[in-house]
T-cell receptor, first 115, second 112 residues
């Protein structure tokens, strides 16, 4: 099975611009979560989607948004970029089973640099 | 609010010895506690989990201990190997997979 893929791998933007990141989950996985990783902060939870519905979100401003398509692929969008948005953005997919921990499979991430 | 805390940013251990990574949490409602390992330029990979109703789970060289009264968990690696050098993230999750909260990570160095 192919792993989780994220595109692009690297991105450089300037303040005020917007950006869209893409994530293709493992085939059959219906849950996709997004995380922001910065030095010293670990992985900060952004949001989780299942069957095209956002089920939960973290404490990020409304500039951060996402969506999931019927094929489970997901995108996240950041508008009006700020310098502090520079980070590694990780996507993870899982096959949710009720009553059990669902291991998340991570992609390699998209490194976003805001200048 | 940091619901999952890893207070040690780094740990250095000699090859063959035990590595102990610690983690504290604040929310008693988590159903599962997990450890993920991350190498540079790769996404994190799942290592081991423990249900909130258990106090120990073992998988080869890796053992996770859960102390619910202290809201503390630890990962023991015995014996430590140079290939174990990575960043280890502690995390906590609900049972539905709606939300997983990660700690800031601990960088483990295993010296040969």
């Amino acid at each position: 099975k192919a792993g989780v893929t994220q595109t692009p791998r690297y991105l450089i933007k300037t303040r005020g611009q917007q950006v869209t990141l893409s994530c293709s989950p493992i085939s059959g996985h219906r849950s996709v979560s997004w995380y922001q990783q910065t030095p010293g902060q670990g992985l900060q939870f952004l949001f989780e989607y299942f069957s095209e519905t956002q089920r939960n979100k973290g404490n990020f401003p409304g500039r951060f948004s996402g969506r999931q398509f019927s094929n489970s692929r997901s995108e996240m969008n950041v508008s009006t970029l700020e310098l502090g948005d520079s980070a590694l953005y990780l996507c993870a997919s899982s096959f949710p089973l009720a009553g059990a921990y669902n291991e998340q499979f991570f992609g390699p991430g998209t490194r976003l640099t805001v200048l | 609010d940091q619901q999952v805390k890893q207070n040690s940013p780094s740990l250095s251990v000699q090859e063959g010895r035990i590595s102990i990574l610690n983690c504290d949490y604040t929310n008693s409602m988590f159903d599962y506690f997990l450890w993920y390992k991350k190498y540079p330029a790769e996404g994190p990979t799942f290592l081991i989990s423990i249900s909130s109703i258990k106090d120990k789970n073992e998988d080869g060289r890796f053992t996770v201990f859960l102390n619910k009264s202290a809201k503390h968990l630890s990962l023991h690696i015995v014996p430590s190997q140079p290939g174990d050098s990575a960043v280890y993230f502690c995390a906590a999750s609900d049972s539905g997979g709606f939300k997983t909260i990660f700690g800031a990570g601990t960088r483990l160095f295993v010296k040969a």
